[in-house]
């Protein structure tokens, strides 16, 4: 797809892609593709030497990876369909359909993606507030039909930056990390976890009751990131699994979920919503002794089926 002309701030490609097969197991992950900074193309300054980007990917579904090539199930509807926005470009986009779990039940499996515009608008909050409350609007407008919508609100909640001190564990088992942190998680739109590796070779791996739910496994001097979408609330487990590593090197684990109750959105409509039909979405927080900072909280909303398909960041700095 080639988008001639800068669209306006907001703009989305909303892609439904649904499959007939049992869900689980068949699942059909949808990438949509945009343009990105040209960096390896340059030499001598600023001059590219192929084209003027090239495409990276912008839009996603969520995923489980498991490692070694491994995924568990997971659309973002539940079931055999997974609906995925990405921001709307001038220059060229594409949508890849990567199946990444079949169910074996047949030969051929038929699928259908459908692409259409859709707006969210502010695409980002900042608020500032000296009180510790707050409000604003939010307001998105989508082209197709949609049976129904939800829209819920997160936070307010800071991340946090941990050194801890790896070692050489068993390569060929995970468990054998030797550094387990628990990190508990209520009421939050997603859970991000990065680790720092230098050098080494130190693979992430989130456990939550008893079952790896995410991981990355990059080689060495490559820095690990998972990210858990609406993740049920618990306790979960982060392993830094010395794969390769020198001595017993200091990483840096980064730990961002976005959780708590203190925001509530207001004005989400009950019913179908035709195509094109602007909803506008109250949102107001309150949070008594607020200490002085920045914190992150986050709007997960869209159709009933897949209500975190669409993704509204919000930073909310006291004073």
């Known amino acids: 797809m080639d988008v001639l002309k ?24 949808t990438l949509v593709f945009g343009p990105g900074t040209n960096s390896y193309q340059l030499l ?4 590219p030497t192929g084209a003027p980007y090239i495409l990276k990917t912008v839009g996603k579904s969520p995923n489980k990876y498991l490692g070694t090539g491994t995924w568990a199930f997971n659309t973002a509807t539940g079931g055999a369909s997974d609906l995925v926005t990405a921001p709307a470009q001038e220059g060229l986009h594409e949508i890849a359909l990567h199946q990444v779990s079949f169910d074996g039940g047949k030969f ?49 909640s800071q991340p946090v930056v941990k ?20 990190v508990t998680i209520a009421h939050a739109s ?35 990131t998972v990210t858990l979408i609406r993740p049920e609330d618990g306790a979960y487990q ?17 730990i961002d979920v976005v959780q708590g109750s203190d925001l509530t959105v207001t004005g989400v409509p009950a019913g179908a919503i035709p195509a094109g039909t602007p909803v506008t979405l109250h949102v107001t927080y309150n949070k008594a002794g607020l200490a002085d900072g920045t914190y992150k909280g986050e709007i997960l909303m869209g159709p009933t089926a ?12 006291k004073p």
Not at 196 to 212: K, T
């Open 6 to 29: 800068t669209p306006p701030a907001g703009s989305l490609f909303l892609t439904n892609t649904s499959w007939d097969d049992p869900a689980p197991y068949t699942d059909i992950d």
């Open 44 to 47: 001598s300054g600023t001059a």
């Open 108 to 156: 051929n499996v038929p699928f259908k993606t459908v692409v259409a515009g859709a707006s969210v608008n502010p695409a980002a909050v900042t608020s500032h507030t000296a009180t510790g409350a707050g409000s604003f609007d939010v307001t998105f407008k989508a082209g197709i039909d949609l049976a129904g919508f939800k829209a819920e609100a997160f936070g307010l």
């Open 163 to 182: 050194d801890e001190v790896v070692h050489q564990d068993n390569p060929n088992d995970p468990a054998s990390a030797s550094v387990k942190e628990t």
């Open 190 to 224: 997603r859970a991000t976890f990065t680790l720092d590796v230098g050098s080494d070779d130190v693979d992430l791996f989130i456990v939550h009751n008893g079952q790896i739910v995410g991981s990355s496994t990059g080689g060495a001097g490559a820095d690990e």
């Open 238 to 254: 982060i392993w830094l699994h010395g794969f390769a590593v020198a001595g017993t090197p200091t990483v840096k684990l980064g």
């Open 306 to 317: 897949a209500p975190t398909a669409l993704s509204v960041p919000i930073t909310v700095i």
